[in-house]
């Protein structure tokens, strides 16, 4: 944040701060990169899910998304469409700690229930959908608000 707020700042160094920053807010986002340990923040277990068996963290990371939901940009329409602007309001508050916390409590709650069989259900996908697309816009809510900070 620093670099990208100096005017001193070197070109290059801004656009490699900025690289770090939309990566990092992205992973904080995303349950399992605040996972645990012994598995590896999800790429020991292995699941099934629609024929197809990936880690439990592809699941999270792209596999439970619909392709056939359309380009990046009408995803992005489609989450800010579904955002209410007292969350985003909300939501521009805390600390990068506050938000992994976050990530934290739906792996508990939401990621790691996870049937013996490792099937992953569609049921379980209704139950996770609106948690994934929650944490995709709490992202991109969060990390506009850090730029604009930033960038004053």
């Known amino acids: 944040m620093n670099v990208l707020k100096s005017n001193d700042s070197p070109l290059a160094e ?5 690289n770090y920053l939309v990566h990092l807010v992205g992973d904080l986002h995303e349950p399992l990169h605040v996972g645990f340990l ?15 068996v990936q880690t439990l963290h592809e699941l999270w ?14 995803m992005a329409k489609l989450l800010d469409e579904e955002c ?19 990530s934290l409590l739906f792996t508990i709650e ?3 229930p996870i049937p013996e069989s490792h099937e992953i259900s569609e049921d379980y996908v209704k139950r996770a ?6 944490r995709l816009v709490q992202a991109g809510v969060r990390l506009a608000w850090l730029l604009n900070t930033a960038l004053k």
């Open 38 to 52: 012994d598995d590896m923040i999800g790429t020991k277990t292995k699941v099934t899910f629609q024929d197809k």
């Open 61 to 74: 990371d792209s596999g439970m998304l619909d392709p056939e939901s359309g380009t990046p940009q009408a």
């Open 14 to 18: 801004k656009q490699l701060a900025l």
């Open 84 to 102: 209410d602007p007292n969350d985003r309001t909300a939501w521009q508050a805390g600390t990068p700690t506050d938000w992994a916390n976050e």
């Open 110 to 112: 939401y990621v790691y």
């Open 129 to 134: 959908m609106p948690i994934l697309y929650r």
